[in-house]
C-alpha cells in the first residue's frame, strides 16, 4: 500500500471515530433528557475508587 493510500485509509477511519464519537454523545444528552442514567458524583466515587484503589 503506497503513503496516499494509507494517508486516505487513516483520514477515513479518523472520521468514521468522530461520526460514531458524535452519535454517543447525542445519545448520552438524550439519555440525560430523559433522566435516564447514573448520579455524576456516584460515578466519579466509582471511578476514583478504581483508579485510586481506595475508599471514597
Not at 477515513?12 to 438524550?30: G, I
Not at 460515578?43 to 476514583?48: C, Q, T, Y
Request: glycine share 6%.
Amino acid at each position: 500500500m503506497s503513503p496516499a493510500q494509507q494517508v486516505l485509509e487513516y483520514s477515513s477511519d479518523v472520521v468514521e471515530r468522530q461520526k460514531q464519537t458524535r452519535e454517543k454523545v447525542l445519545e448520552s444528552y438524550n439519555d440525560i433528557s430523559l433522566g435516564k442514567g447514573r448520579d455524576c458524583n456516584e460515578f466519579f466515587d466509582e471511578l476514583e475508587k478504581r483508579l485510586i484503589g481506595v475508599e471514597v
